[in-house]
């Protein structure tokens, strides 16, 4: 890595960065929004240049003090990765903290000549690949390339891993039933979601040993399940299983972001904190 990177300026006096990727999703931009109300500049980055242009143009309508800037990057290509890097490194923007948010989210009910290529039995390699790549494969390039200029000039650094609250349970498959199909045509949440959200828990507590003398904390935010217009049936059925008996609504992780990124957390190191409503006590 050190031979594909321009050393960082030691002698700037660096405004404070957070690099957001998946930053076009759900979540992404209001993690974005949680970082620029307590005056943390954003980077923004994800693999749609439309996307990208919109949600700095909404973030900028709010009127927030910090800067908003974008870049193209896909987190499962280490050259992209790697590209922006140098480009920050070029404005003089060092990257303070980190959140590993893209993700592929892939649905239950993937139907294909009439067979659900969500089950287990007819779930491709290929799609496995490629999920694994951008959800798991992804954070921890984004970590290996950003966490280690952050270890480099000794000034400290955040890594924050979004993972979910099936990091720590199992998908209720009940959810996704349909009446009167067989039981090969369940739709079915993917075996890749579960294995990355996982796998991102055990990238945090890597992450969270390896570079303490550096400064550097990681932890994970698992949310449950966000209301986003789903369909009534499912969330009465996923409500039910939880003790607050409703979804999370789409500003409730802001306080979260803001407590993981910042000094009020700063003993703070190798945690998964799960935000569901109780879902998981049960």
Known sequence: MKNSMAEPNHSINY????LITGACGLL??????????????????????????KTK????????????????????????IIKVSNELIKQNIRIDI?????????????????????????FSIK?????????????????KIFGGLMAEDNKGGIILNIASDLSVIAPDQRLYKQ??????????KPITYSVIKSGLIGLTRYLATYWPDKGIRSNALSPGGVYNNQDEEFVKNLTNLIPMERMAKKDEYKGAIQFLCSDASSYMNGQNIVMDGGRSIW
């Open 15 to 18: 405004e404070k960065y957070a």
């Open 179 to 188: 009446k009167f199909l067989e039981k090969n045509l369940q739709p079915v």
């Open 28 to 53: 992404g931009k209001k993690h974005a929004e949680a970082l620029l109300e307590i005056g943390t500049s954003i980077v923004l980055t994800d693999i749609d240049l439309d996307l990208l242009k």
């Open 98 to 122: 980190l959140i590993n948010n893209a993700a592929i989210n892939p649905k239950a009910s993937s139907l294909k000549n009439n067979i659900r290529t969500t089950r287990l039995e007819t």
């Open 57 to 80: 143009r909404d973030l900028e309508l709010m009127s927030y003090e910090g800067k908003v800037i974008y870049y193209l990057m896909d987190v499962s290509s280490e050259d992209s």
């Open 127 to 143: 799609r496995w690949d490629l999920e694994l790549a951008v959800g798991l494969t992804g954070s921890f390039l984004c970590s």
